[in-house]
């Protein structure tokens, strides 16, 4: 999906119900770095490809509506718009959103940006889309369950949902927070917290509570020494879940 312009639709009223404003001003402020591949986004950039691929694989983007909850700059929006899907990437950081936006601008990609909490959007526009993508945005807010619930919601019958996340044990401690904060210094120190981590059981809940069918899990795992990502069975520290909407 190829455009010369998106345009930015802004909803400033929409309540932050199930937010951090501290989880919010800590991307804001770095939301001008988004698109350089060797600022503190980089592990976004790296992980990209990887996250793509596996959900084009399994939800085959072209030609489909998408949302993409908790898009920040739009690295993953733009690349499922190159896919051949019709993304809105929705966040609740205004600067991010500006900064998905001029970046969709510059490089021609047409995504529509939109500052919405999800559960305003699913009340708007419920069972809209085929495909809703939610990575690394869980272990941010306070509620994860209901983020689940209105991504469920904004589905159509029959559609895919992703999430990604990273689970709650001593390694996930010891690598993504003291590895990759204070030792690799990958990530900017206080990214995460671990009491805000979710075990893969406990969103299979989540999933299962609002009756979403797993599909496939996913562990990514990152290689210090190569500096490569990969994806396998290891879902000891990050993770993907891709789940179903009965039809």
Known sequence: MMSQSTTLHSSPDTPSRNADPKEIDKFSELAHRWWDPNSEFKPLHDLNPLRLGWIDGIARLSGKQVVDVGCGGGILSESMARAGATVRGIDLSTKALKVADLH?????????????????????????????????????????????????????????????????????????????????????????????????????????????DLIEMRGMTYNPLTQIYSLGRDTDVNYMMAFRKAA
């Open 104 to 212: 969709s601008l510059e490089s021609g990609v047409a995504v529509t940006y939109e500052e919405i909490a999800v559960e305003d959007l699913a009340a708007r526009a419920p069972s809209s889309v085929d495909v809703v993508t939610c990575m690394e945005m869980l272990e941010h807010v306070p509620d994860p369950q209901s983020i689940v619930r209105a991504c469920m919601t904004l589905a159509k019958p029959g559609g895919y949902l992703f999430f990604s996340t990273i689970n709650r044990n001593l390694k996930a401690y010891l690598l993504a927070i003291v590895g990759a904060e204070y030792v690799l210094n990958m990530l900017p120190r206080g990214t995460h917290d671990y009491e805000k981590f979710i075990t893969p059981s406990e969103l299979a809940r989540f999933a299962r509570n609002v009756g979403l």
